[in-house]
């Protein structure tokens, strides 16, 4: 008589459930009786988890360098406003004069290398000039100077 490598039924579905008499019960008992889950610390767990993320996330992207601003404005009524996020510093010039000024911008952030900016406000106009992160900062020195421009 030959014999296949055949097993029969039975034995195959035994090898292949490979939980506990118990874990079948439970799962009977969910599926007919609509029971709750037995395992309650789950959604516990869950909920800790969700609210950990929700207290969390505003930190990851606040500011986590200093900025020190350095200007020299020559007796100019330029103002300077910083806007710092995670991976970006964003420094808004309003020019309050009647003339048109020239700002020069040095983002000094080691270990990235110096940047350099230039820009020039109209009267009573705001301008921007954006610095992004290409690494780790930890303290960005800007110096800042401006003239007017005829």
């Known amino acids: 008589m030959i014999t296949v490598g055949i097993a029969p039924a039975w ?4 090898e292949t459930d490979h939980g506990s008499r118990r874990l079948r019960n439970v799962e009977r008992a969910r599926v007919v009786h609509g029971a709750a889950d037995r395992r309650p610390g789950r959604l516990k767990e869950a909920a800790l988890a969700l609210a950990l993320i929700v207290l969390i996330a505003p930190a990851a992207f606040a500011q986590t360098y200093t900025v020190e601003i350095r200007p020299t404005l020559n007796d100019l009524d330029v103002g ?3 806007v710092a996020k995670s991976s970006m510093l964003v420094l808004r010039l309003t020019n309050n004069t009647d003339q048109r000024v020239r700002c020069r911008l040095r983002y000094d952030a080691p270990p990235q290398t110096t940047f350099r900016s230039s820009l020039n406000v109209d ?3 705001t301008a921007q000039s954006v610095f992004r992160a290409q690494r780790k900062w ?5 110096e800042v100077n401006c003239e007017a421009r005829p």
Do not use: S
Request: no cysteine; aromatic share 14%.
């Open 11 to 14: 034995r195959f579905k035994e």
């Open 123 to 125: 009267p009573g106009r």
């Open 80 to 82: 300077i406003e910083q």
């Open 138 to 142: 930890f303290a960005v020195v800007v």
